[in-house]
């Protein structure tokens, strides 16, 4: 049919899908034979009703009954349905495109009257991808629990409609029994009848079936249950949160349904902080003692948050190395004038030069460290 049309809209499609499978590098035949087949089948039968009246005004004249008689069987409209069935990206659609060419053709010039379900022809009967609802795998046997009601109807049957699966039972949840005709664990039968099940949440919370710790509260779950602490304002408790308390904790209080913490700091009528520059700080069921604000805890005690005094230097705490030469010079300077003082005998003369030179390299040396010699002085060093 394709190459009357010189290559034509399927032949194009056919080799779309080749390409887009070839650029893939793999075979995509779909996640699922069937459900490909099916979506090709399902989008061929909306073109055809999307072509039903196509290029037609609806006019009731014998010339476009006939012409729209011939159009509704004519290749033009298989061509226009095709181009339309795959979208560009859906590569399983064009796959199996390319695999049903002749059996599409075969279908709408000869098979079309004698069978209208163009689904059940092709994917079941001629490409044998797909089973009928409630059988399963290559030979389309009967699912777990029977065709009619696979499972019980509370699951599903593996591979039900298709070609694949071992046609056993996937219980829904609740559900139990190799044909899902039980109650799974943690639930119990709600009712029953010869064709229905319904099977509820065993409410263990409501029962004697929990074990919770003595400061917990139970929680009912999808077939089970679970414990949960209570809240830190109770002692016993029915549920979540500060209103849900039995009894309330120490340090708190009850305000109707709601324990409330105590605020100790603003509640005592005496201080409860007595320590020097201590301030009391309220905590969630109780409170703490704190330093005020400038002050640190050190052994003990809140002190004034500054660092210790540093220790006071002596006079010659931080004599420079240019210093100790001068000394030396004056040393040696007054060791002279001494030597030469006794050369002379008491001489006077000599006696004033001696102390003129003592003086002068003294204030040599302290002219720049007046401001600690006095300092020292003042303080005996």
Not at 126 to 133: D, E, K, V
Not at 211 to 238: K, L, P
Not at 240 to 268: F, H, I, M, Q, T
């Amino acid at each position: 049919m394709a190459a009357r049309r010189g290559g034509g809209a399927l032949a194009a499609a056919a080799l779309l899908g080749a390409a887009l499978l070839a650029a893939a590098g793999t075979d995509r035949d779909g996640n699922e034979p069937c459900r490909a087949c099916r979506g090709l089948a399902d989008s061929f039968s909306r073109g055809l009703e999307r072509t039903e009246h196509e290029g037609f005004g609806g006019g009731n004249t014998a010339w476009e009954e006939e012409k729209l008689a011939k159009y509704q069987h004519s290749e033009t409209r298989l061509l226009e349905v095709l181009e339309g069935v795959c979208a560009p990206s859906d590569f399983a659609c064009h796959q199996l495109l390319e695999r049903s060419e002749e059996h599409i053709e075969q279908w709408w010039f000869h098979e079309r009257q004698q069978h209208p379900d163009f689904f059940q022809w092709l994917c079941m009967d001629r490409l044998a991808l797909c089973c009928p609802p409630g059988t399963y795998g290559p030979d389309c046997q009967p699912c777990a629990g029977g065709p009619q009601q696979p499972c019980s109807g509370n699951g599903r049957c593996d591979g039900d409609g298709t070609r694949r699966g071992t046609g056993l039972c996937v219980c829904s949840p609740g559900y139990g029994g190799p044909f899902c005709a039980e109650c799974g664990d943690g639930y119990y039968e709600a009712s029953r009848n010869k064709s229905h099940l319904i099977c509820a949440d065993i409410d263990e919370c409501g029962t004697e079936m929990a074990h919770c710790r003595a400061n917990q509260f139970c929680v009912n779950t999808e077939g089970s249950y679970e414990c949960r602490d209570c809240s830190t304002a109770c002692i016993g408790c029915m549920g979540a949160g500060p209103a849900r308390c039995k009894k309330c904790n120490k340090g708190y209080w009850r305000d109707g349904a709601k324990c409330l913490d105590v605020d100790e700091c603003a509640s005592a009528e005496e201080p409860v902080c007595t320590g020097v520059q201590e301030v009391c700080e309220n905590t969630e069921g109780s409170y703490r003692c704190v330093c005020a604000s400038g002050h640190v805890r050190r052994d003990g005690q809140c002190v004034e948050d500054k660092p210790p005094d540093a220790p006071e230097k002596g006079f010659f705490d931080d004599v420079t190395d240019d210093e100790v030469v001068v000394l030396q010079q004056m040393f040696f300077g007054v060791m002279i004038c001494a030597l030469a003082t006794l050369a002379a005998k008491g001489d006077m003369v000599f006696t004033a030069i001696f102390i003129g030179a003592v003086a002068a390299m003294a204030g040599y040396w302290l002219s720049d460290r007046s401001d600690r010699v006095l300092d020292g002085f003042m303080k005996g060093r």
